[in-house]
DNA sequence: TTCGGTCTTTGAGCGGGCGCAAGGTTCCGG
DNA sequence: CCGGAACCTTGCGCCCGCTCAAAGACCGAA
């Protein structure tokens, strides 16, 4: 566990890319890696942030809970994200919880760490700040989406942002290749659980999804695309 | 206008602490310095993005609009904010149109020499990615706020933002000093102009605040974040 | 001062989607 | 193989907030 992590498992990420061999070391020299079984969080909302880390496997559902006990999805962390990283957003406490969705491996970095890195690796920050950059992005995209869009287009566009980031091509449609619920669509639309169920039912009746208990086959992102027609993009 | 730059007009502002006068200077020789009157553009949505911006004096505000002709209002850029860095989003257009509210002095740079400087200081790297923090952060407030808040809750954070962000304290109250109008207060909280302002004349005639065109103040800011009870930092 | 444009207020009506509730299905541990 | 937990479906009624509509208030320009 302490042995110094192998170069391979992530000199191919973007996060990492321009980096010589002897910077990855450097930087790998502070990682230990992490194993985390379904269920179980990686940090908690509101917990002191004395680490941040790099998804190697498996998948992360980032959530937020308002005061009232209201809770929505933040984000999916997917392999090859960086994620944690509170420094960056200037706190002291991870701002949201994060829990495996599915059996996942992790490096996990001091926070100690955080500056000296960014200050001895300048390639390494610019490539975080692109990931930031991504993020805001993504962020701003689902502000338009809550503000002006009616719920069946905002489901439709979770889903195929979705199956973008973690979708994987299979007979007869691109499946999200990881457990999610109804009750996930909802909180990631900012919607309840029923209309999801109703919405995806209509779907169904239509043949432009396959759903099931935490899964989801989309038959025809194409069509998905025409109800939530502003462009995702990607998938074609 | 070709002058380089007096440091003194940036040397006290967050994004560039830390920095020698010699850095101040080789950064400032590369910028100009542009005026905005009220209602023009610094940049437009689409347009290729070709330079980015701190803003001096002023304030600008940023929309988005939606395929459908739908507009949202992403942010405001207030005195010393760094905007329209599309480079680092990863993008080579601006993905928002932002326009003076007030008559407003930007200074501005060739995107062209984004990398260059970030290379060349890192601290003001560090910097614009504790910006880019602060506003994912604000971005996953909203999306909190429009997927979990009903309207009235909604506009009352969105209010005491404005004030915390540019508020002025002022006898009786705390006054939004820049032209907000009811529309645009719709298009922060992702509702119509009519609710708001329904909601603006019940907390008028309970004294919580003043209204009157394009003007705002907060006389009660205190039991604002009662009614609006999640909290909005500052502000007392 | 008048005129046109922009911003605001207020009313009336209706409909999307939520709350509530009950029942069904799949999964897993014992 | 059984029982309980987690997940999903579906019906019904209601209300928040939107749409549509019309008129009033304020502002700057000529």
Redesign the pocket.
């Known amino acids: 566990m302490n042995a110094t992590i192998d170069r391979s498992l992530v000199s191919a990420l973007p996060l990492f890319s321009r980096m010589s061999d002897a910077e990855l070391d450097d930087i790998l020299s502070m990682a230990v890696s992490r194993r985390y079984a379904v269920g179980t969080s990686v940090f908690e909302q509101g917990q002191a942030a004395d680490q941040f880390f790099v998804l190697l496997y498996g998948r992360l559902r980032v959530t937020q809970v308002t005061p009232e006990g209201q809770q929505i999805i933040i984000r999916m962390v997917n392999p090859g994200d960086l994620f944690g990283i509170a420094k960056a957003l200037q706190r002291n406490d991870y701002p949201g919880t994060s829990m495996a969705v599915a059996e996942s491996v992790a490096l996990a970095w001091p926070m100690t760490c955080w500056d000296e890195i960014l200050e001895r690796h300048p390639s390494l920050t610019i490539n975080a700040m692109q990931t930031m950059g991504g993020r805001l992005q993504e962020a701003h995209t689902r502000l338009r989406e809550l503000s002006t869009e ?3 287009r905002r489901v439709a566009h979770t889903v195929l942002r979705l199956a973008n980031q973690s979708g994987k091509k299979e007979a007869g449609g691109v499946r999200i290749d990881f457990p ?5 669509i ?1 909180e990631m639309t ?9 919405i ?2 209509a779907w ?1 009746s239509a043949g432009l999804v396959e ?5 989801l086959l989309l038959k025809d992102p194409h069509r998905l695309l025409l109800l939530g027609d502003g462009h995702v993009p990607g998938l074609l």
Chains 1, 2 share one sequence.
Not at 180 to 184: E, G, L, N, P, T
Not at 190 to 198: A, D, E, N
């Open positions: 009616e719920v069946e999610v619920s109804k009750q996930d909802a900012g919607t309840t659980l029923h209309t999801v169920s109703r995806l039912t169904e759903g099931g208990r935490r899964k």
